[in-house]
């Protein structure tokens, strides 16, 4: 039986895994489908302290497993399937096998959010992707324009980061100014590739028939007026939503998704901590 088993490879759960590894707890750190976590999916991450020249996200993710491996923790892929708080010790199924735990931190953080529409999902992987580093060097990409949708950070990051690949950037967000902090966002606006399309929304993606994106459909949220924007690729950065289906029923969270802590990082449930998004 395992003493603490943290679900996500995430910050927050590498993070539980040094800690509670030099504690002598000997963690088991499940992976699930993404390991290291969306970070991983990032270029340069500037604001982790202690990097002043920033640091590549899957670099940063590859030296906290080291770390926290150092002191004993043990990283295995793996996804939870389904879980059991009504026994104790809790009852974990992991890729089928059964895994019994006395305590359990949640770092299963969160994953993007979508547009919702039909065929922004049938176009996936078509021309439709939620992460710049991850597709934008694709030659369908290469010297044609492109499309971010969002006013994050994320979307500003996506829409710099594209710039070295696309013939421009339509950066399109549904109000008039940026969420994103003020550096990314000056720097972003300053970008002569970038042409931002205020109170802008994406309602539909070309060209399903053809099996890939050729464009989009936008509104203008304030006129109404809708026109169609040539584009071989759209990326979509429109914030995350948290991945806490499994636990939905049991452990408490608020309207969102987001699990609600108690006193700190615990739960409702004993034994069950949270931690990160
Ligand atoms: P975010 O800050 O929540 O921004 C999401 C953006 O998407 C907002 O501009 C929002 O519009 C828009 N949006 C949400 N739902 C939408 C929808 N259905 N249709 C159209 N637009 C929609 O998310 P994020 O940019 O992913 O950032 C998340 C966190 O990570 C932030 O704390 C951010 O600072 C951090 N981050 C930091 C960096 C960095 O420093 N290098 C990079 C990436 C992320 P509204 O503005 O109207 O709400």
Request: aromatic share 6%; charged share 20%.
């Amino acid at each position: 039986m395992e003493k603490v088993v943290i679900i996500g490879t995430g910050c927050a759960g590498l993070t539980a895994a040094l800690y509670t590894a030099r504690a002598n707890l000997k963690p088991l750190v499940l992976t699930g489908t993404m390991p290291g976590g969306l970070l991983t999916t990032t270029s340069i991450v500037e604001n982790f302290p202690g990097f002043p020249e920033g640091v590549d996200g899957y670099d940063l993710m590859t030296r906290m497993q080291k770390q926290a491996e150092r002191f004993g923790a043990r990283v295995q892929f793996g996804t939870v399937e389904s879980l059991d708080f009504s026994r104790r010790p809790i009852q974990l199924s992991v890729d089928g096998d059964p895994v019994e735990t006395e305590s359990l931190i949640i770092a299963t953080g969160a994953g993007h959010r979508r547009l919702g529409l039909e065929s922004e999902t049938l176009l996936e992987k078509k021309g439709v992707t939620y992460c710049a580093t991850c597709d934008g060097a694709l030659p369908m990409f290469k010297n044609r324009p492109l499309v971010v949708v969002g006013g994050g950070d994320s979307a500003c990051e996506e829409a710099t980061y594209l710039t070295r690949f696309g013939s421009v950037v339509h950066l399109i967000h549904r109000r008039d100014s940026l969420r994103a902090s003020q550096i990314m966002a000056e720097r972003t606006l300053a970008n002569p590739k970038i042409k931002p399309m205020w109170d802008s929304v994406v309602t539909e993606v070309f060209d399903v028939k053809k099996d890939k994106v050729s464009g989009v459909r936008v509104k203008n949220v304030k006129t109404s007026q809708e026109f169609t924007l040539d584009c071989a690729g759209v990326f979509v950065a429109i914030g995350h939503v948290p991945n806490t289906q499994l636990f939905k029923g049991v452990i408490n969270m608020d309207e969102n998704g987001y699990i609600i802590p108690v006193e700190g990082s615990r739960t409702n449930i004993p034994g069950v901590f949270v931690a990160g998004d």
